[in-house]
């Protein structure tokens, strides 16, 4: 005896199957980071201030602009700059990469969509055959078919595959994003660099002529028997001295233009558009916003959270991949020994499957349980990513701070070592103190020039890990 099951009793049965199988799969929140709390202020490294009270608000989640469109970096006041992001931005291979893959992304979560439709396909065909020992005709046949699949998403498998692959393409724009920040910041970086190499080697120049006049004035007194060869020596021991250490800022300044190049995709940066020092760069003032505002303004953790949201969505995935599922199918056919028969005769074929994957209930219990660990994983991940995150805006706010009473004193050291390196050189012609403390002084003024120089540099990358760790330079 041989029984239908009919489509009302087939619907009544997999929903209950489903519901039955829903239950070995409990999700979690709907909201990956409804738990979080942030502290309500920048606290500089203090531990009561840095406290997490404050909830989230999901609105931070919300898109923002592009990073190019939030040029910060115009606020250091200086063309030759801007010059150098936007041909970096223009130029950088890994843009044009991470555009790319954005398109890459673009394409897969059409596809995923593309699913939920019904997928037509077509084929002809047309063959002979004869008999080899014979001298028969060609037996000719030809055919032609067309066929329509759809597979009904009755429980939503299919559209949380299409949202998966949405929140990686939202995702990989977040990472373009990303890439661009980054980039911006290596640009300033280099550029800074080049400034503070040409001006140590400016002023190690100064330096070497200096060593070199106080060298032939050494020289002259000896002629005058007034000094030792020991003096002689000692001037010129430092002359060669200073020459290697320029010879040193010399080879970084070459892997400093080099490492530009590569920024701008092989394209060397003019000569002419080099900083010759750090005096024309100015701090601009940074909004420093509230810690909730991160997840709206660094791309990264934006797109760690879109990447979260697809490790959730993949619990059920996974989950709704293990229950029932039924397919139509339908087709149009014919076949003829003429070729302009072959559709004089179709026939229209109609069917149904049903997939019963439940039935591997271990292998679905295991692949549910690993999905929900990997999810759990994440979201660890994400919170890590998030205080990480806080505490890079921390350590750069506070360092702001550090940095500018650390450029004051040196410039308050590099004024006295000036004025104690002219008054050794006065005593030293009058007779009143010996060669090598003036050539000390004079190294003393020079090692005070570079911490100077270096400090400055200092307050400026830490400007750009300020802004690369708040996101850019909206305010919050």
Request: hydrophobic share 40%.
């Amino acid at each position: 005896m041989k029984t239908t099951m009919t489509a009302p009793r087939f619907l009544l049965l997999s929903s209950a199957l489903a519901t039955l199988l829903g239950g070995c799969a409990t999700l979690p929140s709907a909201d990956p980071a409804a738990d979080l709390q942030v502290p309500a202020g920048y606290g500089r490294g203090d531990p009561v201030a840095n406290l997490p009270v404050q909830a989230v608000p999901r609105a931070s989640t919300a898109p923002v602009g592009d990073v190019r469109d939030d040029a910060w970096w115009q606020g250091f006041a200086d063309p030759r700059l801007d010059r150098l992001v936007a041909g970096v931005l223009e130029r950088n291979t890994d843009m044009a990469s991470a555009g790319l893959r954005l398109a890459r992304a673009g394409a897969q979560a059409g596809l995923a969509g593309a699913d939920l439709w019904p997928l037509a396909s077509g084929s002809a065909s047309a063959s002979g055959n004869r008999r080899i020992d014979s001298g028969d005709d060609w037996s000719r046949s030809h055919s032609a078919s067309v066929s329509l699949g759809w597979e009904l998403d009755l429980w939503g498998k299919l559209r949380g595959q299409r949202d998966i692959a949405r929140w990686e393409a939202q995702a990989t724009a977040q990472d373009l994003q990303n890439t661009a920040l980054s980039l911006v910041g290596q640009s300033c970086e280099l550029y800074w660099q080049l400034g503070y190499l040409n001006q140590a080697i400016a002023t190690g120049q100064a330096n070497l002529e200096r060593l070199e006049r106080t060298a032939t004035l050494v020289q002259s007194q000896f002629n005058a028997g007034a000094v030792s060869r020991l003096e002689v020596r000692q001037a010129q021991q430092n002359i060669e001295s200073q020459r290697a250490a320029q010879a040193q800022l010399e080879q970084q300044r070459v892997e400093t233009r080099n490492a530009l190049t590569v920024l701008l995709d092989g394209q060397p940066w003019p000569l002419d558009d080099e900083p010759q020092n750090l005096d024309i760069a100015h701090s601009p003032e940074v909004a420093e916003g509230l810690p909730a505002d991160l997840l709206a303004r660094r791309p990264d953790l934006r797109a760690a959270e879109l990447r979260l949201r697809q490790s959730l969505a993949g619990i059920k995935v996974t989950a709704t991949s293990y229950y029932p599922s039924l397919s139509l199918t339908g087709s149009v056919g014919s076949a003829s020994t003429s070729l302009g028969q072959v559709l004089s005769n179709p026939v229209a074929t109609l069917g149904a499957g049903l997939s019963l994957p439940f039935l591997k209930f271990r292998q679905m219990q295991l692949n549910i349980t690993s999905a929900d660990l990997a999810y759990q994983i994440a979201a660890n991940d994400f919170r890590r990513t998030l205080y990480t995150a806080l505490s890079e805006v921390d350590n750069a706010l506070s360092a702001r701070t550090r940095l500018a009473e650390q450029a004051d004193a040196a410039q308050a050291s590099y004024e006295e070592a000036v004025e104690i390196a002219r008054l050794y050189e006065v005593r030293y012609r009058a007779g009143a103190t010996d060669l090598r403390t003036w050539l000390e002084a004079q190294q003393t003024r020079r090692n005070a020039e570079l911490s100077l120089a270096q400090a400055r540099r200092s307050q400026l990358v830490n400007d750009v890990t300020l802004y690369k760790a708040l996101g850019g330079g909206t305010a919050g």
